[in-house]
């Protein structure tokens, strides 16, 4: 009842072909937008700015990322750090060596390193299903840390491996609060996250799921192989490079490889399947559940166990806790948040009806 | 050219080690579909499992059955409270269940016996064998009697009987095997548990080579590699494909790694078999993906 | 429809329910007479697959629930029996698409549908060679693997499966589905073959109604979730309603568009 859809004609095709066409759904984003970009940022603090929303929006974005390859094209990829580093190591050598660049050109710069080498490891998707691909991309994962930590070029000769990131200026104002970031950050993810909503909308969104739900038969009627797959894996490293450089420019301060670890891969990994693959609003989801979980278990356990184990089989504690929440919401819904999110939305609209 | 020689066997042996942790991802792949993430921990578990038990007094022989007993437990639990619930779900989900399970079971672990490393000691003499003028571990020709007894007794099961074939076609379709009166329960049961035991032989192996600590999950990352070059569902691909990566990994890091200033262990196993993939996408012996339009 | 002899297979007013929101049958009742073929008739989405995964319990692998009524397999309630004790009891499914184990060779997978039976050998392969008897084809390509086999082959070793069970009754989900016509009718001369000389009892959900209503004694049309007619086959076959809108049959001349809109025969069974 709530969510009836009864009364809402589409007189032209502009209407008709617009990413919320359910007035409901378009009221709920401008709610979280105005929310997001106007409420926010005057009545937060610093902690929630720098350690709860900056990476919760980066790691939605790389988790868009993802989404796009794996969710949408079928190539499963567990290398996703390794070009998010690339994206890192791409904008801090781009503005440590070209005179004058600025910040935002940097971030596109790593982009497009990123897509580069996603290209070339996505070669072997041509030849490659399933989770041979899966263990094939680990090579990708692997080699990346190795070259950005043993040819010291990459870091700038510096001592300790460590690269502090360079001052974001843009017309004289410099993002170095906690508030300016948030807002840098929530500004490139909805806008790469809108870009993302349509492309899959789009005739190579849907050449991606065609690929990936029967690729044989995708080739038989016409999708050339060769640039779907690798324009996936082009695209799909594009999101994730310009992530990793926000992770290291707003979100770290610092330019690392250890950021970027097969820790970090499983954890993308882990966002878009408890969020949903396959959708946008997924990636958004898992990010949510990645971000916050952590902190209300750390809650929990302080308080509940206050003083009675040590801190080591409280770190355990907790994540046994994970593992089990994960086996969890898979078995719940093996579909994802999205997909719970679907079906509450499909029960309002029968409301109060059950069924 | 002894050198060499010496390098190649020890090599070899030492993928005969990654094998037996493949082998533990095979079986369960080949009866289920599902790519077991977890058999690091599980072999962790299972050495912790045995070293604290050794530990307490038991003698030897009590304790190996004991933490047989702990292992077969370990996948019953896991059979019933994961894999049940989760049948006929894509592979990805399971697998990603796996990776939560792998979570769990170190954590488990861990809080169960404590996180210090432990030595282990199998009374196995490592007093070097010298086969005219290359000196041979005799630990490492241990691990590869046993690794060869597993994969002949794992061969002969999964081919010559009735619940082998039952499960190779539960690992084709789970929901045809159900239709057929496959009880995919018992199915399940019986094949995590015969993967705690393969594991619970790498662990010791493994265990007395590193000692026992968190470091053992990370053979996981190596058994990889010799999964793809020898095919997710291949017992003996598990050992060719262990011999094939160990030598050449052992080899690359010797005679190839001083150009790069070494530390490309991590990523050359990887690359070759990336390489292999190319030429065989399946693996060297993996089934072939058989897909109709 | 009065019950002729025995049943073997009572289904009694099922409601099921799919990821809880889902309705999909609202209220279907059947009867399945021991010996007899049944044949469950209606379009796509009409719920007959999901009519046979009730009775044979493969519905929560699917996140369905049966949520009212009761399904009785010779007068014991089958609901809430496992999938593998069905098969013991009786009933098997072919699914719909085949699903053979592609990896395995033809004969293994007929080997796997006598899992459930604790005979010696010798009996499993006096069994496997009568159901090549019935499925020459299979014979020949006894030990090539599943995958590699033509839709024929497997439709026919997906049957060759469920009779290795020695089933009392075998659901057959669309086994036209995807074969050439001359196939159709050699399959299906085969379940009668089956029937007859065999004694087991077929409760076929099928699209091609043309071919199920020739070859089965009972029919029950679904539509959208619910019977909205039964009878027997023959009767069914001359019923006006069922010829249009399910054989193609129409009566009369030639229409024109305005009279066809007009004349039409409305479905008016529709709620």
């Not at chain 1, 994206?87 to 600025?102: D, H, K, Q, V």
């Not at chain 1, 041509?126 to 090579?139: C, P």
């Not at chain 3, 025995?6 to 809880?20: A, D, F, G, K, Q």
């Not at chain 3, 071919?211 to 979730?225: P, S, T, W």
Request: one cysteine or more.
């Amino acid at each position: 009842m709530i969510y009836r859809e009864t009364g809402q004609y589409k007189s032209n095709y502009g209407t008709d072909e617009q990413i919320f066409p359910i007035r409901q759904d378009r009221i709920g984003v401008m709610i979280i937008l105005a929310v997001a970009y106007l409420a926010v940022p005057f009545i937060g603090n610093d902690y929630w700015f720098s350690a709860i929303l900056i990476p919760f929006l980066v790691l939605s974005l790389a988790a868009i990322g993802l989404n796009l390859l794996t969710g949408y094209a079928g190539q499963l990829s567990l290398g996703s750090a390794g070009f998010m580093a690339v994206g890192a190591f791409a904008a801090y050598n781009s503005m440590l060596r070209i005179e004058g660049m600025p910040f935002l050109l940097g971030f596109i710069l790593a982009g497009l390193s990123a897509a580069a080498v996603g290209i070339v490891f996505g070669l072997p998707s041509l030849r490659v299903k399933g989770f041979y691909l899966a263990a094939a991309t680990l090579a990708s994962q692997f080699f990346i840390e190795w070259v950005l930590t043993k040819f010291p070029w990459f870091t700038n000769y510096s001592a300790s491996g460590v690269i502090t990131a360079q001052k974001m200026v843009l017309f004289g104002y410099a993002f170095d609060t906690p508030v300016s970031r948030y807002v840098l950050t929530l500004v490139i993810v909805t806008l790469l996250a809108l870009v993302a909503k349509n492309l899959v909308r789009t005739r190579t969104g849907r050449d991606w799921m065609a690929i990936r739900d029967m690729d044989v038969a995708a080739e038989v009627i016409g999708i050339p192989m060769l640039k779907t797959k690798l324009l996936a894996f082009a695209i799909s490293s594009f999101y994730l490079g310009v992530a990793g450089a926000l992770w290291a420019y707003c979100y770290l301060g610092t330019v690392e490889p250890q950021a970027f670890e097969l820790a970090r891969s499983f954890q993308l990994l882990f966002i878009i399947i408890i969020g949903g693959m396959g959708t946008i609003v997924g990636a958004f989801f898992g990010a949510a559940f990645i971000v916050f979980f952590p902190i209300f278990l750390n809650l929990f356990t302080s308080t509940v166990f206050a003083g009675q184990l040590d801190p080591g089989m409280l770190s355990h504690l907790e994540q046994f806790v994970f593992g089990s929440l994960i086996i969890f919401f898979l078995i719940v819904e093996p579909l994802g948040l999205a997909r719970l999110w679907q079906l509450g939305k499909q029960k309002l609209r029968l409301w109060p009806f059950p069924h | 050219m002894l050198f060499f020689i010496e390098v190649l066997i020890g090599g070899l042996l030492a993928g005969v080690m990654y094998s037996l942790v493949a082998l533990g991802f095979v079986l369960i792949y080949k009866a289920s579909g599902v790519l077991n993430f977890a058999q690091g921990s599980m072999v962790l578990f299972a050495a912790l499992s045995f070293v604290s038990i050794l530990a307490m007094g038991v003698p030897f022989w009590l304790a190996l059955l004991l933490t047989l007993a702990i292992m077969v437990l370990l996948g019953v639990v896991i059979e019933k409270v994961v894999l049940r619930p989760l049948v006929n779900q894509p592979q990805i989900t399971l697998f990603m269940a796996t990776i939560g399970l792998s979570i769990l079971i170190e954590a488990l672990g861990q809080m169960i016996w404590g996180s210090q490393v432990h030595g282990l000691d199998l009374g196995i003499n490592d007093i070097p064998f010298n086969f005219y003028g290359v000196f041979i571990s005799q630990f490492d020709l241990f691990a590869a009697g046993c690794a060869a007894v597993l994969v002949a007794g794992l061969s002969l099961f999964f081919h010559k009987t009735k619940i082998g074939r039952a499960l190779r076609a539960v690992a084709d379709d789970h929901q045809a095997a159900m239709s057929v009166g496959i009880p995919l329960k018992h199915v399940w049961t019986v094949v995590w548990a015969a993967a705690g035991f393969v594991a619970l032989v790498a662990g010791l192996l493994w265990g007395s080579r590193l000692g026992v600590q968190f470091a053992l999950t990370l053979v996981v990352l190596k058994a990889l590699p010799v999964l793809i070059l020898g095919g997710f569902t291949s017992i003996p691909g598990a050992i060719i494909g262990g011999l094939i990566i160990g030598a050449t990994e052992k080899l690359a890091e010797v005679f190839i790694g001083p150009y790069f200033g070494g530390g490309i262990e991590n990523w050359f196993p990887y690359a070759l078999a990336l390489v292999f993939l190319l030429i065989r996408p399946d693996g060297l012996f993996g089934e072939k993906h058989i897909e109709r339009v | 429809m009065s019950v002729q002899g025995n049943s073997i297979l009572t289904v009694n007013n099922i409601e099921v329910i799919y990821n809880r929101v889902i309705l999909v049958l609202k209220g279907v009742s059947l009867d399945v007479p021991e010996g007899k073929i049944v044949a469950l008739l209606g379009a796509n989405g009409a719920g007959k697959t999901t009519t046979l995964k009730a009775v044979s319990n493969l519905l929560r692998a699917e996140r369905g629930d049966v949520t009212k009524g009761s399904i009785e397999f010779r007068g014991k309630r089958v609901d809430k029996m496992t999938p593998p004790e069905l098969v013991k009891q009786g009933v098997i499914q072919v699914m719909e698409g085949r699903r053979c184990f592609a990896h395995l060779t033809v004969e293994e997978n007929l080997l796997t549908g006598a899992y459930t039976r604790k005979v010696s050998r010798a009996e499993i392969k006096r069994d496997l060679e009568r159901v090549y008897a019935y499925f020459l084809p299979l014979k020949e390509r006894r030990n090539s693997q599943a995958g590699y086999t033509s839709g024929g082959e497997q439709q026919m070793m997906a049957i060759g499966r469920a009779l290795m069970a020695q089933p009392a009754m075998i659901l057959l989900d669309e086994p036209s589905m995807g074969l050439a016509p001359q196939l159709v009718e050699e399959i299906f001369e085969i379940v009668r073959d089956l029937n007859q000389k065999e004694k087991v009892s077929f409760l076929l959900a099928e699209q091609n109604t043309n071919v199920a209503l020739r070859f089965a004694d009972f029919g029950y049309i679904l539509e959208n979730g619910r019977v909205v007619m039964d009878g027997k086959a023959a009767d069914l076959a001359a019923n006006e309603d069922v010829k249009e809108f399910y054989l193609g049959i129409s009566s009369g001349a030639r229409k024109s568009f305005r009279d066809a809109k007009h004349y039409r025969r409305r479905k008016r069974w529709l709620a």
